[in-house]
Each structure stands twice: as C-alpha cells, then as structure tokens.
C-alpha cells in the first residue's frame, strides 16, 4: 500500500474534442464489463454533445464511471453566444469538470481569474472541478516550476472555502508533457505534487492538502502508470490520447489498480 488510503485513487480520461455520440456508447459499452471491479475511480470527461446519451448508458449498464465535462461558462446564465452553463451540463449528466485546461489557457486564452470564476461557479452548480495546472517548457527551463505551480494555485484557487477546497481535485500536468509523449520522471513530479500540497497547506491546513486528489497528467501509457502510481503524493491520473480506445485505459486503470 503506497497510498495513503484515507486519499481516493483516480484515473480521469479527457477525450478533448473527440467522439461522436455513437462512439462515445460504443466506448462505454467496451470499458464498463472490464472495470466492475476497479479500486480506483474511473472519470471521463466528454464532449458536451456527448455527456448525455454516455451518462445515460451508463446508468443503464450500472457502470462504475463518472462523467465529466471538459469545460464550461463562469456565468450562471446569459447572452452569451456558443458558450455552456454548469447547470447544463449537471443537467444533462456530468458530475465533473475539467478547468484551466492548459490547451484553454493557451488556444482560448483562459486567464487565472476566470478560471477562479469557473471554480466558483462549478461549485456552486454542485459539479466536481479537477483544476489542471502546470508550467511550460520555458518556464521550466528558467526554473520557475514552483513559481508558477504557486501562482496558479493560489489565484485559481482564490476564496475558496475550506468546504470547497474538500469538493476539488487537482491535475498537475507540464505543459511540455502533453500530447507530446514526454513524461515528467518520477522526481520531476513527486517534486510538483509535494510543493502543490505545501502552498495547499499553507492556505487551508495540512489535514485537507494531504486528503485532495493531485492527478499526474502529461503522456501518460500503460508502460509508465506504475512507475508513476507509487509515488507518495500522487492519487491518479488525468489521460488524454491514451484514453482514447477502451483496451488501453483498462490497462492504465487495472495496472493502476494493481499498485494501489
Ligand atoms: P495526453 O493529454 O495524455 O495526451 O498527454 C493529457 C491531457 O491533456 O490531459
């Protein structure tokens, strides 16, 4: 047991701008029969089009998933052309949200505050956040990893209460990492989530920085889940491409599962 198991184990898929609904069910259908017995929680984060009929098969099939939204409005409701409210997606199934999504940060200009804004509103909706946060290549190389890592926190993060900071997940994903095949090592990251549970105890206590679920995100495959698992302040996983075809997030989640 390497986990501090007062901690939950999760392994969160963000399937970004792919799949249809058809797809989406398909996918469902394929992965619910091989993780009935997961120890980890097993999230999905969909397109919008798709949070409703995936929601909907997998109450049907009684499928241990969470599903997820990949983004949403910081406003409750209004003119705002193209855009999506929380209580839409709570709506139509999703019990999560991924915010501050480096490819929002850096493709939709996303700034610190309004991801705070969504933060706020998503709890207010009654929806999980999992804030992503993590530095660039350059930023990494002038050694401001920590830096930054405290920067996001504390302004995503502004006002939380106590109670909310408890209703939040985290993902620390270099920017560097994503999508690009590059994992962080195993000291890169333990060293980012150990300074992300100091800055989340500083602001709300130790008690609530050791409980809240700090993913690793970036490149993550079946071949370096258990290297990566094991480490002490890391509670799961946030997977995108390689969350893509049901085999192979069963292989992360059962090798997962195996070194929790
Ligand atoms: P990746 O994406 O696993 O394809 O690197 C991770 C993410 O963007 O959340």
Redesign the pocket.
């Known amino acids: 047991m390497s986990q501090n198991f007062s901690r939950p184990t999760v392994i969160?898929g963000?399937w970004?701008m792919y799949k249809t609904i058809v797809e989406a069910r398909s996918f469902v259908e394929t992965l619910a029969p091989l993780i009935q017995n997961s120890q980890a929680e097993v999230y999905l984060s969909v397109p919008f089009t798709a949070i409703y009929p995936t929601a909907q098969r997998v109450r049907e099939l009684k499928a241990p998933i969470v599903i997820g939204a990949q983004n949403m409005n910081d406003a409750s409701q209004g003119a705002f052309t193209g855009e999506i409210a929380g209580k839409m997606v709570k709506e139509a199934g999703a019990s999560f949200v991924?915010l501050g999504?480096?490819?929002r940060r850096r493709i939709f200009y996303e700034v610190d505050d309004l991801i705070n804004k969504k933060v706020l509103r998503a709890l207010q909706e009654d929806i999980q956040p999992l804030l992503?946060i993590g530095e660039t290549l350059e930023e990494r190389e002038k050694n401001q990893v920590e830096e930054v890592l405290r920067r996001q926190l504390e302004k995503d993060l502004h006002s939380l209460s106590k109670d909310a900071l408890s209703r939040i997940m985290i993902?620390y994903?270099p920017v560097w990492?994503?999508?690009?095949?590059k994992v962080a090592t195993p000291e890169n990251i333990q060293s980012a989530h150990h300074f992300c549970r100091q800055v989340l105890s500083e602001l709300w206590g130790d008690e609530l920085a050791q409980k809240i679920a700090i993913l690793y995100?970036?490149?993550?495959?079946p071949d370096n889940v258990a290297d990566i698992i094991v480490l002490p302040d890391v509670s799961g996983?946030?997977?995108?491409?390689?969350?893509l075809k049901p085999e192979e997030f069963n292989q992360i989640i059962a090798i997962t599962n195996e070194n929790i």
């Open positions: 969160a963000n970004k991924i999504h480096s490819e992503c993902a994903e990492a994503i999508g690009t095949g995100g970036g490149s993550v495959k996983f946030l997977v995108g491409g390689a969350s």
